[in-house]
T-cell receptor, first 113, second 116 residues
Framework: DAKTTQPPSMDCAEGRAANLPCNHS???????VYWYRQIHSQGPQYIIH???NNETNEMASLIITEDRKSSTLILPHATLRDTAVYYC??????????????FGKGTKLSVKP | GAGVSQSPSNKVTEKGKDVELRCDPI?????LYWYRQSLGQGLEFLIY????????KSGLPSDRFSAERTGGSVSTLTIQRTQQEDSAVYLC??????????????FGEGSWLTVV
C-alpha cells in the first residue's frame, strides 16, 4: 500500500503557483520523497525528490517539513500543460525491489485558463 | 538511447494469443522495472531486474506472465494466452542501482495492449 495521502483533485489558475500537499507520517529515516506526474496517455514523468532539505529544479520546488511527515510540491507558474495526475511517493533511494515505486491514487491537478 | 524505449506502442491481439512487449532501458541503467496500468487505475508493479541477480517476480499476476532480460539490457515481457483483463498499458522503467540521489526511476511511454 502507498504510504502517502494526497487530495484527490485540485484546481489552479494558469500563471499562478500550484501547491500540492502530501502527507507521509510513517516515513522512515532512509526514505526519500519523490514526485512524479502522469499526463494523460503518457508514462509517468519524474519531477523532483528530496530527503529532508528543500529542493528546487527547473520544474518545481519541494518543501519538506522539519519532521518529514509532510511535503508540498510547488509549480511556481502553472501552465495548461501542467494538467496531470501528480504522485507523491516515499521510497528508499537504493536499488533492489525495496526501491520499487508504490503508486497511490495521486492528485489530479487541473490548470484552468 | 536518451530515454526508456518501448515497443510496440500499441498492440491489439485476439484473446488466447501470446504477445511480447519489448523494453530498451536507458544506456548504463542496470535496474529495470515493469509496471501495468489498467484504464483509470493506478500503476501496479510486475517484475524487477537488477544485473545478474534473480528477478523479483512478486508482482506478476499469474503464470501466464513472464519476463526476461538478455545481456543485462533489453527486456521482453511475454503474456501467454491473453485474456481481456490483460488489456492495459504496460510501462517499463529503469534506473541506476546505487548512488546518493542517483537512483531515480525513469519511465518509458508504455505499450498499450488491447485484447479483443
Amino acid at each position: 500500500d502507498a504510504k502517502t495521502t494526497q487530495p484527490p483533485s485540485m484546481d489552479c489558475a494558469e500563471g499562478r503557483a500550484a501547491n500540492l500537499p502530501c502527507n507521509h507520517s510513517t516515513i522512515s529515516g532512509n526514505e526519500y520523497v519523490y514526485w512524479y506526474r502522469q499526463i494523460h496517455s503518457q508514462g509517468p514523468q519524474y519531477i523532483i525528490h528530496g530527503l529532508k532539505n528543500n529542493e528546487t529544479n527547473e520544474m518545481a520546488s519541494l518543501i519538506i517539513t522539519e519532521d518529514r511527515k509532510s511535503s508540498t510540491l510547488i509549480l511556481p507558474h502553472a501552465t495548461l500543460r501542467d494538467t496531470a495526475v501528480y504522485y507523491c511517493i516515499v521510497r528508499v533511494n537504493y536499488g533492489g525491489s525495496q526501491g520499487n515505486l508504490i503508486f497511490g491514487k495521486g492528485t489530479k491537478l487541473s490548470v484552468k485558463p | 538511447g536518451a530515454g526508456v524505449s518501448q515497443s510496440p506502442s500499441n498492440k491489439v491481439t485476439e484473446k488466447g494469443k501470446d504477445v511480447e512487449l519489448r523494453c530498451d532501458p536507458i544506456s548504463g541503467h542496470t535496474a529495470l522495472y515493469w509496471y501495468r496500468q489498467s484504464l483509470g487505475q493506478g500503476l501496479e508493479f510486475l517484475i524487477y531486474f537488477q544485473g545478474n541477480s534473480a528477478p523479483d517476480k512478486s508482482g506478476l499476476p499469474s503464470d501466464r506472465f513472464s519476463a526476461e532480460r538478455t545481456g543485462g539490457s533489453v527486456s521482453t515481457l511475454t503474456i501467454q494466452r491473453t485474456q481481456q483483463e490483460d488489456s492495459a498499458v504496460y510501462l517499463c522503467a529503469s534506473s541506476l542501482v546505487r548512488g546518493v540521489g542517483g537512483n531515480t526511476i525513469y519511465f518509458g511511454e508504455g505499450s498499450w495492449l488491447t485484447v479483443v
